[in-house]
């Protein structure tokens, strides 16, 4: 990468990722108090911040980058959807769920293509 | 013999530790009577969330007592919840203070609790994952170590990589980070009235402030109380520096994975973060809305991204999410 595009890549990280992030923290540094966990905004913000990452997660599963795109897409949503059932099964074991997701996801793409 | 404190002010009570849950902090938000009965702290005690949990109650006779100083009642049976304690802030701390002379061994201390914390190992994992996927979305490794340190917090980074690396604008980038990131206005509300005490600058708590994130923040929760309060924060800086780098470490190499491995291997180290993020979002839903927020949240976005409006993340987030507290209004307030 150019030496420029770096730093245009920097400079968006500054103000698309570390301003609009670290500016809770500050806020709750200097404000200190005053929203209560249960207030009924928390409650949707909560929500929305939800949903944002579950977006995320399958933007990452729908259409992968890189290495994943490779993966079947059939070989991706099992893997998924195995891991959940055993994370349900095992009384929500995340580590359980994303080891049976992963061993899917490898031995499928190695076998699978 | 357990410590109690009010404020950062060590209260003059003997309690057998037996009776003290391990080391909790409350931050008490309304006002309520415990004279006989610990109800309405019942309530009270399950806005901890994230993993902290009260001891079970009914455990033990309720004991209040009333302080001479600050005339207001707290309860014992509770361990350490302030009753009538409107808006302050009370902790115990349990037999095990550790000896920290000086603000280095402090720090020092801090430095070596991370390597000694589950959860620690648990968020270096997810930073393979986010190394991984920086890298398969074109990302520089600088690029990437710049954004552990300046962000520190992994469904905003995640978040950011995805949204830049699949073309979105920055602006729309910088609204779902910032909407994923209001969660760490409470959190560091609640945690650094633990790092703090009455002598602390402002300036010197803004590293600890920078530092809180799901991880810290709870293990602040388990450590914190045997450090005494005037080597706190040395010690929350050493603990979450090591953290940080630690971080950045397993970025790299992830960063690297993803580059060197062969490609079915490669896609298991880039799998690592929609697996995680998704399971451990779901181990921490507990509501209706949680479920929900969850669930139209990966149904909607592929949805947003079918129609091309190039809002897909946002649009989707919104939409499912505000959906989600609508249907929990609509049913009430019911758990």
């Known amino acids: 990468m150019s030496g420029a595009s770096e730093f245009h890549a920097l400079l968006i990280l500054v103000l698309a990722g570390f301003l609009p992030n670290e500016v809770w923290r500050m806020l709750g540094l200097f404000v200190g108090s005053g929203l209560s966990e249960d207030s009924e905004i928390l409650v949707w913000v909560r929500a929305v911040a939800t949903a944002i990452l579950a977006g995320v997660i399958a933007q990452i599963l729908v259409t992968p980058p890189g290495a994943l795109a490779a993966v079947p897409p059939l070989v991706r949503y099992g893997a998924v959807a195995s891991g959940f059932l055993i994370f349900l099964a095992l009384r929500r074991s995340v580590i359980a769920g994303v080891i049976v997701a992963e061993a899917i996801l490898i031995a499928g793409k190695y076998f699978w293509s | 013999m357990a410590r109690f404190f009010y404020d950062g002010v060590e209260l003059p009570y003997d309690i057998p530790p037996a009776q003290i849950a391990p080391a909790k902090v409350g931050l008490v938000t309304s006002i309520g009577q415990c004279d006989k009965s610990c109800e309405h702290l019942k309530r009270k005690v399950q806005t901890f969330r994230y993993g902290i949990r009260p001891r079970p109650l009914g455990a033990l006779s309720v004991e209040t007592h009333r302080d001479e100083r600050f005339g207001d009642r707290w309860c014992a049976a509770c361990g350490f919840t302030?009753?009538?304690?409107?808006?302050?802030?009370?902790?115990?701390?349990?037999?095990?203070?550790?000896?920290?002379?000086?603000?280095?061994?402090?720090?020092?201390?801090?430095?070596?609790?991370?390597?000694?914390?589950?959860?620690?190992?648990?968020?270096?994992?997810?930073?393979?994952?986010?190394?991984?996927?920086?890298h398969d979305y074109h990302f520089s490794l600088i690029w990437l170590g710049a954004a552990t340190l300046l962000i520190w917090a992994g469904p905003a980074q995640v978040i950011l990589i995805t949204t830049l690396g699949s073309g979105a604008t920055p602006v729309q980038a910088a609204i779902a980070v910032a909407l994923s990131a209001i969660r760490l206005f409470p959190m560091v509300v609640s945690v650094l009235p633990m790092v703090r005490d009455k002598n602390s600058?402002?300036?010197?708590?803004?590293?600890?402030?920078?530092?809180?994130?799901?991880?810290?923040?709870?293990?602040?929760?388990?450590?914190?109380?045997?450090?005494?309060?005037?080597?706190?924060?040395?010690?929350?800086?050493?603990?979450?520096?090591?953290?940080?780098?630690?971080c950045v470490l397993s970025s790299f190499v992830g960063y690297y994975m993803a580059r060197e491995l062969p490609d079915f291997l490669g896609a298991g180290v880039l799998f690592l973060t929609p697996i995680a993020?998704?399971?451990?979002?779901?181990?921490?839903?507990?509501?209706?809305?949680?479920?929900?927020?969850?669930?139209?949240?990966?149904?909607?976005?592929?949805?947003?991204?079918?129609?091309?409006?190039?809002?897909?993340?946002?649009?989707g987030g919104l939409a499912a999410g505000t959906l989600s507290y609508a249907i929990r209004r609509l049913r009430g307030r019911t758990p």
């Open chain 2, 277 to 315: 993020f998704l399971l451990s979002t779901a181990s921490n839903s507990r509501r209706l809305e949680d479920w929900l927020a969850l669930g139209l949240g990966l149904i909607f976005t592929p949805l947003a991204a079918l129609a091309h409006t190039g809002l897909d993340i946002l649009v």
């Open chain 2, 82 to 134: 302030g009753c009538g304690l409107g808006g302050k802030r009370m902790t115990t701390a349990v037999e095990g203070m550790l000896d920290l002379p000086t603000n280095a061994a402090a720090f020092r201390r801090g430095l070596a609790s991370a390597p000694r914390s589950v959860l620690a190992y648990v968020v270096f994992a997810t930073y393979l994952g986010i190394g991984a996927l920086a």
């Open chain 2, 201 to 246: 600058r402002l300036l010197h708590l803004v590293l600890p402030a920078h530092f809180t994130a799901v991880t810290f923040w709870v293990e602040s929760f388990r450590l914190l109380p045997h450090v005494p309060r005037e080597r706190r924060i040395a010690f929350a800086d050493g603990f979450g520096m090591a953290l940080i780098s630690g």
